[in-house]
């Protein structure tokens, strides 16, 4: 039985967070409540796509989702325009969550890492209260391709933040330059959390693969129906065809056959 509702729910707040993101709060109160790791279809009442966009819960206060958004076209600027009381159809919860991988990480001591490239940070930052409860230690890998102060002190200050915050910009703008997978030694931790561009999440898999620790990542694929009905978002694992949406978007690393 599916669980999703869909409604237009008015925006409660949209602020700047850089030059291309920005992060709206959209009243909802219905249940269930949104987990870490989930989406939702969304785009403005008034709009010119045909379809929602898929947007990771980023937070959830009981009364209001909150989404990190970066501008690619014409549905994120939209959603970029919208303003407090205006209306944005919202279909969602969608997809599993980060928590339904907890059961397969090792309680061996060791902290459990989050690994995120750009925007990616936005679902690991929703889990960290939920992480804690099972693995109070953890430490979250922020890359980005330059300096994104707002975000980094968004990481810092959640509400159960990680013992360790460790940033890398690709232009060296802040922390150290070069990809985060450079810094990660994955075999220090129980497992591994991640979610940014197809090629990172490659590579994160690659360096926990080579250390043998647990990798749970977020796959992003282009989506068009987003509720398992159009096959158009495929992930190609060791058990066949997976839909991102339905199926996903969190999958253990090691079935996932990376292009
Ligand atoms: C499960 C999931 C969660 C997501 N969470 C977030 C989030 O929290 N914050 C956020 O900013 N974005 C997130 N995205 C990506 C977001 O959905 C796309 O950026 C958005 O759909 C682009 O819509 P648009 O109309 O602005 O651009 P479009 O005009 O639709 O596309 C502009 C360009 O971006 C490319 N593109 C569109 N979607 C994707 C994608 N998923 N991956 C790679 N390239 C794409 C298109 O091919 C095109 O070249 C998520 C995607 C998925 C599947
Ligand atoms: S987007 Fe239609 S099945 Fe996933």
């Known amino acids: 039985m599916s669980t999703r509702q869909s409604g237009l729910c008015a925006v409660m707040e949209n602020e700047p967070i ?7 709060a959209v009243a909802w109160e219905q249940d269930p409540p949104p987990k870490a790791g989930q989406f939702f279809l969304i785009k403005p009442k008034r ?32 959603l970029a325009e919208t303003r ?4 944005i159809f919202m279909i969602g919860p969608l997809g599993n969550g980060w928590a339904d991988f907890l059961p397969g990480v090792p309680k061996n001591g060791k902290p459990v890492a989050l690994v995120s490239g750009g925007l990616g940070c936005a679902p690991l930052m929703c889990f960290t209260e939920e992480l804690s409860r099972s693995f109070p230690s953890f430490h979250f890998y922020a890359g980005f391709p330059t300096a994104s102060p707002r975000l980094t002190g ?5 509400s ?3 013992q360790k915050l460790i940033v890398t910009t690709d232009d060296g703008t802040d922390g150290e330059q070069g990809f985060i997978t450079a810094v990660l030694d994955a075999g220090d931790y129980a497992a ?8 990172m999440l490659k590579a994160v898999a ?11 990542v977020s796959t992003e694929n282009r989506m068009a129906c987003g509720v398992g009905a159009c096959l158009g978002c495929t992930v190609k694992t060791i058990y066949g065809n997976k839909r991102c949406c339905a199926d996903g ?11």
């Open 18 to 24: 850089d030059s291309a993101v920005f992060r709206i």
């Open 47 to 78: 709009s010119s796509v045909l379809l929602g966009r898929p947007i990771s819960v980023a937070r959830y206060d009981g009364r209001a989702v909150h989404f990190l958004i970066i501008r690619i076209g014409s549905g994120t600027q939209e």
């Open 84 to 87: 407090e009381g205006e209306d």
């Open 154 to 158: 968004m990481i810092a200050a959640l």
């Open 160 to 162: 159960v933040p990680p």
């Open 192 to 199: 591994v959390f991640s979610c940014g561009a197809p090629a």
């Open 206 to 216: 690659a360096v926990c693969g080579k250390a043998g620790t647990a990798c749970f």
């Open 249 to 259: 978007p969190v999958f253990n690393a090691g079935e996932v056959i990376f292009a």
